[in-house]
């Protein structure tokens, strides 16, 4: 056939005014928070609202504080109601045509009127939806569109996320005949392209309807077209089913993502009147009962993390260049596939997915009953469900990416083949899974941390599963113990961990975040960064069991991202506000597990060594396991200039890192890797007192003109430029130019500052981040500064002051930075004292700073150095083996009051019950093992003369575990305590264990602890 070009194709298609056109709805609206009565009319009066864009997440803007009905579920963050509006003039043209309003996610429970009139409510907050305003449109000469937004029930879900218009809008304008919304399915077997067109007539007097498709390669060619014939009858949707073969197509794989267009054109009587491209890729994908994966004839293992919607500072409106940045930089560690867990991701993410070659698997529900207490499935489920997985499917099934899909997640009921069934009916190319949800109704065996036991491969036998929450590892960046710790200690009989040797027999790293006697909670540790801090197995025993089991399709570990909320279960809440177990936090900022993955699943010639080598507390001398992560052939350690042994990374979980036992002492550590005859090295060197900082750029620049986006990363560093692993210092920021402050993070998970109206964040382990959007034409440049030095002058009393530009586009001003500074308490001005060196200072001094750029006063610092500022030098460590218990002071309780004023409670204080009838202690408890009998430990106390003891109703997602179990007396309640063991039965996933006392007053409960 003749070759046309894509060009030539649409200039056709506008030369003949085909009718088609999709408008970006971001800019312009109104915002108000609170519930606002009749603001859905033309007429209410919103001028006092505050005007942005969409992308929009009120909930990250607000600040963190305990009292959040969020708590440590969604990340203490503001939840409640909001309100958007926004009034467009109708073009003329636009009457007598299909109009409709599109939304790519709005959390949830939202509600849409256009001119007062009441479009619809859809209460899941991860689904697409768009509403026909056809009728509107034609009656009026302008149109207000109102959304309300209702995220005040809280936890509406187990994990942050975020509150209102979080993705794009659109405006879509098509004539009475035209392709249905997502009316295109494309698939591919071989060098054959099906395509499927559902196209609606409008009540348009139908002439000759020809549906014609034709594929577009990479190089904007057509390549193939075909044509058929379609009879709508008036007010009806009909199908059109083409076939079209391609000849030697290149095919669309994780390592070559080739993407192809399918241009879909309705004409009526020879006239064109609707286009509708779509990309797709060619590509099989085959399941084996045997091998798992396999797409165009390779085998190909899952090499996976699950990933929730926040981006940290930006919450869940996450800007799309920062998400393709997210998405790529999983990529370059190695990573081949996302879990969407646990519900759709935006529309976006998938299409920068399939242009990089990340393979998904979809999910669209954590539950299909209630798991948090205000969620989709305890309020919404059964009557939407089926709505729901209709509309993702369909929005879906196009992407490449998507390799397989998931309905759920440590959930269970009846629905399951139901869902199944649904999937298939709208895609019948792709398998279904869950995450360990009915799986005898799945197409493929999906399971959680019930995959990381000791004896699961002899229990699964040889079929093909994926390890859909597997592994699970806390590391906390820049943070390192030695000694190994168990989420739920080890031994454990129903966790069945692996065993992990200990670095060294006794700690030797002391430098906390807190001291222990000051930790409200037992749980509330930073994790190490050895790849030693698990539930039941390492990162590389998960890597190794991936590579060395046939059927073992891969895994997907929890997570690659740091994320708000889940703080409680194992951080143990305030001022915890968020999850560890990414290979990369909160901030964007890679760990030391990121380069672990990147040694084991790619090929570009790397190093990586951990620890740092600044450790001031530290006895010289002191054994130090230096590690090095490495996918060269050979690896030798070099410490200040003398070489120790060659090594070669291994392919045992516990050999694929080199180590040597390295004693203490300040100096430059370098590790030299060799591949194929060619030096890959890394050098780090103790660091003095933090100086100064750097300033540069994650990711793309600014974009030359218009609005955009950049990622500006701040180094601590000592007077050499050595990277300063301690640095907690407080940066400033100011924009010159054509730009503003969007966000700051520093990836902390005890950092409970807010992230937005600030200029100004500490530092976290040495890094901070500021997020720098451009505001229109023109440049841009990002002023920082900082007061530096050690905050408890323990090993240095030197304090620096440093200012640093960065240009983010154009030119970098020419800049005159004087800097004023004080140290008795008093304001500085430009008549204080000008900055010139480093200086010292006592314990005690607060330094204020004044910076002047070019004369003007742009930026007052202030920094307070003393013994109770700042992280701990000494009296850290780890906890014991023994796991710590749940509190009951923090859980939901009725009839009871914290006490305080006992002794030997544990965590904040303990529950103290009167005789109110209807009394309850309850606590949520996730089980991300499989289901069945586990321990419960009641720590408490409680005395009642005439009786033996107290009796208590022990209950289990509402079923009655023990009617009436006896707490025996004990002798001194509040300060004498007692523990008593009982079996429960758990589910798998979301468990509430409630306590009833039933005689009495006076019982006391300090903790449970459930094994």
């Known amino acids: 056939m003749k070759r046309t070009t894509i060009l030539a194709l649409l200039g056709l298609a506008l030369g003949a005014q085909a009718g088609r056109e999709r408008m970006d709805f971001d800019l312009g609206w ?63 043209a ?139 009858p008036c007010g009806e949707t009909g199908v059109s089913k083409q076939k079209i073969a391609l000849s030697n197509p290149a095919r669309w794989s994780v390592e070559h993502p080739v993407l192809y267009t399918a241009m879909s054109e309705v004409f009526i009587n020879g006239v064109l009147v609707d286009c509708v491209t779509t990309r797709f890729g060619v590509r099989d994908v085959e399941w084996n009962p045997k091998t798992g994966l396999w797409i165009n004839g390779k085998n190909v293992k899952l090499q996976g ?84 997985v209709t509309d993702w499917i369909r929005r879906d099934r196009n992407h490449p990416s998507i390799v397989i899909y998931s309905v759920g997640n440590e959930t269970h009921g009846d629905v399951a083949p139901e869902l199944v069934a649904k999937c298939h009916e709208h895609d019948p190319t792709r398998p279904v899974t869950s995450g360990h949800s009915n799986s005898e109704d799945m197409d493929i065996v999906g399971v959680n941390g019930h995959s990381e036991k000791m004896g699961w491969f002899d229990e699964i036998g040889d079929r093909t599963w994926i390890g859909t929450e597997n592994t699970h590892t806390w590391q906390v960046r820049g943070f390192y113990r030695t000694k190994t710790w168990f989420r739920d200690g080890f031994p454990n009989a129903k966790q069945k961990p692996y065993p992990c040797p200990d670095l060294t027999d006794e700690e030797i790293f002391t430098y906390d975040w807190i001291i222990d006697a000051d930790r409200s909670n037992r749980k509330q540790i930073f994790n190490s960064s050895y790849d030693n801090a698990m539930v039941r197995l390492t990162a590389r025993q998960n890597i190794e069991q991936i590579r060395d089991n046939p059927n073992y399709a891969g895994s997907f570990r929890w997570t690659g991202y740091d994320y708000i909320g889940e703080a409680g279960y194992v951080h143990g809440g305030w001022p915890f506000k968020s999850f560890m177990g990414g290979a990369i936090d909160m901030a964007n900022f890679e760990k030391d597990l990121y380069y672990l993955y990147q040694s084991q699943w790619t090929d570009k010639p790397m190093v990586h060594m951990l620890p740092h080598w600044t450790h001031p507390s530290m006895k010289q001398g002191t054994l130090v396991p230096v590690q090095v992560y490495s996918n060269c052939d050979q690896v030798q350690l070099f410490v200040n200039g003398k070489g120790l042994d060659k090594q070669a990374p291994g392919t045992a979980w516990d050999k694929m890192q080199c180590q040597w036992m390295v004693p203490w002492q300040p100096g430059e550590l370098k590790a030299v890797g060799t591949k194929d005859g060619k030096r890959f090295e890394e050098t780090i060197r103790t660091a003095g007192a933090p100086a100064k900082i750097a300033l540069s750029v994650d990711g793309e620049p600014l974009a030359t003109q218009g609005k955009d986006i950049v990622q500006v990363r701040v180094t601590t560093q000592d007077k050499d430029g050595e990277f300063y692993p301690y ?52 440049d841009v440049a990002l002023l920082a500064s900082c007061i530096l030095g050690e905050k408890k002058l323990v090993y240095s009393d030197r304090v620096s002051i440093d200012a640093r530009l960065l240009a983010l586009r154009g ?201």
């Not at 109104?30 to 009120?58: C, I, Q, T």
């Not at 935006?346 to 999910?363: R, S």
């Not at 906890?879 to 923090?890: D, K, M, V, W």
């Not at 544990?906 to 093992?929: M, P, S």
């Open 30 to 92: 109104k915002f108000a928070l609170g519930d606002r009565a009749g603001a859905e009319a033309v007429g209410y009066d919103d001028a006092s609202w505050r005007m942005l864009n969409l992308p929009h997440d009120w909930s990250i803007e607000g600040e963190y504080d305990e009292s959040n009905p969020m708590g440590d579920t969604c990340g203490y963050l503001p939840a409640g109601i909001g309100w958007y509006r926004k009034t467009i003039a109708v073009d003329p």
């Open 94 to 232: 636009w009457k007598g045509r299909h109009v409709e309003i599109a939304f790519d996610g709005v959390f949830m429970n939202s509600t849409v009127w256009a001119n007062g009139k009441k479009l619809g409510d859809r209460p899941y907050g991860w689904i697409s939806f768009a509403y026909d305003v056809s009728e509107v449109i034609g009656e009026s000469d302008s149109i207000t569109f109102a959304v309300r937004v209702d995220n005040d029930k809280q936890p509406s879900a187990r994990w942050y996320t975020g509150s209102g218009i979080y993705a794009h809008t659109w405006l879509d304008v098509k004539e009475k005949v035209h392709v249905q919304r997502d009316g295109i399915f494309i698939r591919t077997q071989g060098d054959t392209v099906e395509v499927d067109t559902e196209v609606v007539n409008g009540c348009e007097k139908m002439g000759k309807m020809e549906i014609r498709t034709s594929i577009i390669d990479p190089s904007n060619t057509v390549i193939a077209n075909v044509q058929a014939e379609l009879d709508v």
């Open 305 to 388: 993390v699950c990933n929730h919607q926040d981006a940290g500072a930006l919450g869940a409106a996450v800007p799309d260049k920062i998400l393709r940045f997210r998405i790529g930089q999983l990529k370059a560690m190695g990573c081949n596939a996302i879990r969407t867990a646990h519900n759709p991701q935006t529309p976006v993410f998938y299409e920068i997915c399939d242009e990089l070659g990340m393979l998904v698997m979809d999910e669209i529900f954590d539950g299909w009953k209630r798991k948090a207490f205000e969620d989709y499935g305890a309020h919404a489920f059964d009557e939407w469900w089926e709505r729901d």
């Open 727 to 778: 640095g907690e210092n407080r940066t400033w920021f100011h924009v010159v130019g054509a730009g503003r402050i969007k966000a700051l993070d520093n990836g902390s998970p005890v950092d409970v500052e807010p992230h937005f109206g600030t200029d100004n964040r500490i530092a976290f382990y040495g890094l901070t981040r500021a997020y720098i959007e451009s505001t229109g034409e023109g």
């Open 811 to 1011: 030119a970098l001003p020419k800049p005159k930075v004087e800097i004023f500074y004080t140290t008795d308490q008093s304001e500085p001005t430009d008549q204080s004292t000008p900055y010139t060196g480093a200086f010292k200072v006592e314990p005690g001094t607060t330094v204020k700073a004044l910076v002047v750029l070019n004369g003007q006063l742009v930026q007052r610092l202030e920094e307070r150095f003393a013994a109770d500022e700042g992280f701990i030098w000494e009296g850290g460590g780890q906890p014991s083996g023994t796991p710590p218990g749940e509190q009951a002071e923090t859980a939901a309780f009725k009839g009871a009051e914290v006490m305080g004023n006992g002794e030997y409670f544990r965590g904040k204080g303990f529950l103290r019950f009167g005789k109110d009838k209807g009394a309850y202690v309850e606590w949520y408890q996730e089980n991300d093992g499989g289901a069945g009998e586990a321990d419960l430990s009641i720590r408490y106390g409680g005395k009642i003369k005439t009786e033996k003891g107290h009796l208590v109703k022990v209950t289990v997602n509402g079923a009655v575990a023990h009617e009436e179990l006896l707490l025996p007396n004990t002798r001194n309640p509040g300060r004498e305590w007692a523990k008593i063991t009982v079996p429960i039965q758990m589910g798998r996933g979301a468990n509430t264990i409630r306590i009833e006392p039933l005689s009495g007053g006076g019982l006391c409960i300090d903790e449970i602890l459930v094994r």
